[in-house]
């Protein structure tokens, strides 16, 4: 399984950004999908998942109201469209895939791990 993200930028405080993740290696169509961030210095957090059947999400606290994860399995893609973005959002993004099916939540230590895009917003 690879999962390639892109999409990330520096943009300004209050801007928009989307978020994509491609994967190949199989089908995303079992399987639970989400996105992680890390910030320097800190440990990577989660921020967004989506059921294997896409009919669940779930967020972090810190980014309710202002991301919104989808997927498209015709396409084997997931998305994070961000909006009203904050400076406290900088930090490289990663895209997970859950390595069993039928999850709600791909659980960090049974993950597939894409390669990350770097997301910064200035003040």
């Known amino acids: 399984v690879q999962l390639q993200a892109s999409g990330g930028g520096l943009v300004q405080a209050g801007d928009s950004l989307s978020l994509s993740c491609a994967a190949s290696g199989r089908r995303i169509s079992l399987y639970a999908m989400g996105w992680f961030r890390q910030a320097p210095g800190k440990e990577r957090e989660f921020v967004a998942a989506i059921s294997w059947s896409g009919s669940r999400s779930d967020y972090a606290d810190s980014v309710k109201g202002r991301f919104t994860i989808s997927r498209d399995n015709n396409k084997n893609t997931v998305y994070l469209q961000m909006n009203s973005l904050k400076p406290e959002d900088t930090a490289v993004y990663y895209c997970?895939?859950?390595?069993?099916?039928?999850?709600?939540?791909?659980?960090?230590?049974?993950?597939?791990w894409g390669q990350g895009t770097q997301v910064t917003v200035s003040s």
């Open positions: 997970a895939e859950d390595r069993m099916p039928y999850g709600l939540k791909p659980p960090p230590d049974r993950t597939y």
